[in-house]
């Protein structure tokens, strides 16, 4: 497909540089008027996931999937499922395992493959109410299970009524991406996402108490944490084989769904292949937008309630045929 030339111009006047635009929104935005109704689904392991839903009775739904550490109170999430439910959309925003407010069951917490998570949410869906079209949209990690979702329709085929999908800010190439946290500008993301995932897996360790969290609070980098806790919790030896698998790019050339990535030139926590610009050229399926600006998730608009990548998750997705 054709590059996306984007329309987006700059963010309000106070977030001058990427690093602003991801922390301001992160800290300061507020959604009001949002009312989720929560349900429980069991997965196939004998575990749950927690839905918070907007249901009016309309022909089209959205499923929206969260990032690292978020959940469906993220302000990206509700700006998402208020847009869109105040134009003719029923929403589902899913909670990754362990993101809803209550500890998952199994051993395993979630990652970026975790598009067997996914596939268990559009299931439901398809299987208890009658829309004529579902609609995905991931937001970074979210982002690569969606990719990775839609490009296993071989081995698990993609019901009809799921159309379309948008990803943004995904880091397409999640080996680049995680070396970002290296940067010394990076520090703090780093220190975030490391001290909430120490923090759940000491939860895990009163559930499966032969996870040895000796040493824990001294672990500084995601690299680490992932050698000793994320790769082998979900069968792998270490980091590497955990991002090996995670990958959302070798799914992503198999995509036959018409999907959007929108993925800022200044996100701090992309670079590289995470901007796949001559596949996307070659690519039946696989629209791709690379605006100057917008951070990590934000994209905010001066004067406008809804972001840019709300407002464009809008308009592409309602173009379904």
């Not at 926590?269 to 996307?280: I, K, N, Q, R, S």
């Not at 690519?283 to 917008?294: M, Q, V």
Request: with cysteine; charged share 25%.
């Amino acid at each position: 497909m054709p590059i996306v030339t984007s329309s987006y111009q700059a963010p309000p006047f106070y977030l001058f540089n990427g690093h602003m635009e991801t922390i301001v929104p992160s800290i300061t935005r507020k959604i009001e008027g949002l009312e989720y109704q929560r349900e429980r689904i069991e997965t196939p392991d004998d575990d749950f996931l927690d839905l918070d839903s907007i249901q009016r009775g309309n022909d089209k739904l959205l499923i929206i999937s969260h990032g690292l550490e978020g959940n469906s109170g993220r302000h990206y999430v509700k700006g998402m499922a208020k847009l869109f439910s105040q134009n003719g959309w029923d929403v589902i925003a899913w909670n990754n395992r362990s993101c809803g407010g209550e500890m998952n069951r199994q051993r395993i917490l979630y990652h970026h493959g975790a598009s067997y998570d996914l596939r268990s949410v559009v299931d439901h869906a398809v299987n208890n109410f009658n829309y004529g079209q579902i609609s995905l949209v991931g937001m970074s990690l979210g982002g690569g299970q969606t990719l990775r979702y839609l490009g296993q329709f071989e081995e698990f085929p993609i019901p009809e009524i799921v159309k379309n999908a948008m990803a943004i800010s995904v880091p397409c190439s999640l080996k680049e991406s995680v070396a970002t946290l290296n940067w010394r500008s990076n520090y703090v993301y780093e220190k975030k996402f490391v001290q909430k995932l120490k923090g759940k897996i000491i939860e895990k360790a009163k559930q499966y108490p032969d996870i040895d969290i000796t040493g824990i609070n001294e672990m500084k980098s995601l690299q680490e944490f992932d050698d000793r806790y994320s790769g082998p919790l979900h069968g792998f030896k270490d980091a590497k084989g955990f991002y090996d698998y995670c990958e959302p790019y070798p799914f992503m050339k198999k995509v036959k769904t018409p999907t959007l990535i929108l993925n800022a030139i200044n996100d701090p926590l992309l670079t590289g292949e995470c901007y796949p610009v001559e596949f996307a050229k070659k690519s039946e399926f696989i629209y791709l937008e690379t605006p100057a600006r917008g951070g990590h998730v934000g994209f905010l608009l001066p004067g406008n309630e809804f972001s840019y990548a709300e407002l464009k998750a809008l308009e592409f997705l309602s173009s379904a045929s």
